[in-house]
């Protein structure tokens, strides 16, 4: 088959609910990945972060295929090993606390809205203050949390009691807070809104803001979780801890799984049994590829890997700025990096993919370049040629 065939399918079959390019991928190994047709692509946006280690890392695709013989599923009305011994990992590369596990990001942070209404529900509060340019799911909830109106639009009436604030304005944050105020939540980098990096006064200030307010605050680390910036969670570069942490993406290594870690210090019990559950939620399967992901990020230490190319393939993105007038801003931490840009992103996405090098384009003009962990220099330089060639003919456009 062609991908016009796939495409065909689509086209008939499937809801459209994806601006999709005609291309049907049928093979990856590490920062490769295969289309129908036999083409080879160059990685550096595997899948929004979820192939963190790469594409079918030995390790994982070894585990899953381990645990397939064994036991795929069971209710969380009894216990399984695979679903213990991760939230044990997760809570020891983290902070003290309980796990809950889900299937996805959004559910993970749908888990931690309902967490915090139930945590302020005996003294009135409600309200979750969360940031401006902000992603948080699709999910109602969720995406009512997201502080994007276009995400919006066409679902009203949404979920009531979110209020949003400008990310990095502390001034601003602190007029939100109110008696009704349950929860501040937001990503210590935005990822869907631009890789906007939080400022560490800013979150400081918002941690001692929610200390002296006896608030949650509720750190979404689907995208910059497990390794991504260089620390197995991002709030480990500030010197602090949240509350409440969500987790998913790179998590499962390609198998769908999300978490909400809760903090000891939430003393109440606040989820109990009746309250919240996720039928599929680390169930054997996806927690054994879970546990692969932990053991192939310290056995092949990744965070140092993280660390080196990150700074390798930022300095190499500040070069293409010197060269490239539309280039405005380089930013990011670790492999977490985006192009701010004077002109729409889109071409250059569509030319690098024509030459074989996948990125993405958010907010219109940022361009986000987060290649998997396992990434090396000749990786790096090659997607630089390519990026580069794509940046010269949109400054001859």
């Known amino acids: 088959m062609k991908n016009k065939d796939i495409d065909h399918m689509y086209k008939t079959y499937v809801l459209p609910t994806y601006t999709q390019k005609p291309i049907c991928f049928v093979k990856g190994k590490g920062s490769r990945i295969w289309d129908i047709e036999g083409k080879s692509y160059l990685d550096f ?10 594409h079918c890392h030995p390790m994982v695709s070894q585990a899953i295929k381990e645990q397939a013989r064994k036991l795929l599923h069971v209710p969380n009305n009894f216990q399984n090993l695979k679903q213990a011994q991760l939230a044990q990992e997760i809570v020891k590369r983290s902070f003290p606390g309980r796990v809950f596990f889900c299937n996805s990001g959004a559910e993970a942070n749908e888990a931690a809205i309902k ?14 203050i969360t940031m401006n340019q902000s992603f948080h799911g699709r999910t109602l909830a969720t995406l009512t949390a997201t502080g ?25 944050i602190q007029k939100l807070v109110s008696g009704k105020t349950a929860a501040i939540m937001l990503e210590p980098i935005q990822g869907e809104g631009g890789i906007r990096v939080a400022e560490p006064d800013f979150l400081k200030k918002i941690k001692v803001l929610c200390e002296e307010k006896k608030l949650l605050l509720i750190f979404d680390e689907v995208q910059t979780g497990m390794g991504r910036t260089g620390k197995w969670f991002a709030y480990q570069h500030y010197d602090l801890e949240p509350d409440l942490m969500t987790l998913a993406k790179t998590l499962g290594g ?23 559950a996720s039928t599929y939620g680390g169930n054997p399967l ?24 990150g700074t390798y393939l930022k300095d190499a993105l500040l070069e293409l700025k010197k060269k490239h007038a539309v280039i405005r801003d380089v930013r990011g931490l670790g492999l977490m990096l985006g192009l701010e840009l004077a002109v729409p992103g889109t071409a250059i996405v569509d030319r690098c993919l024509a030459n074989g090098l996948l990125i993405n384009c958010t907010q219109g003009n940022v ?24 940046l010269g003919e949109a400054n001859e456009g």
Request: charged share 25%; hydrophobic share 45%; aromatic share 10%.
């Open 286 to 309: 996806a927690a054994g590829a879970s546990l692969a992901v932990f053991k192939a990020i310290a056995r092949e230490r990744l965070l140092e890997n993280v660390k080196h190319m």
């Open 45 to 54: 946006f595997p899948g929004w972060a979820v192939s963190g280690l790469g």
């Open 254 to 276: 390609g198998a769908p799984i999300g978490a909400l870690v809760a903090h000891s210090r939430i003393k109440e019990e606040v989820l109990t049994p009746g309250t919240h």
């Open 367 to 390: 361009l986000r370049i987060m290649p998997a962990m396992t990434v090396s220099k000749r990786l790096i330089d090659q997607a630089m040629r390519i990026l580069d060639a794509a």
């Open 148 to 172: 994007q109106k276009k995400f919006h639009e066409g679902f009203d009436p949404l979920p009531g009691g979110f209020q949003y604030g400008e990310f990095n304005r502390f001034d601003q």
């Open 115 to 128: 967490f915090a209404r139930k945590w302020g529900s005996k003294s009135g509060r409600y309200e979750i």
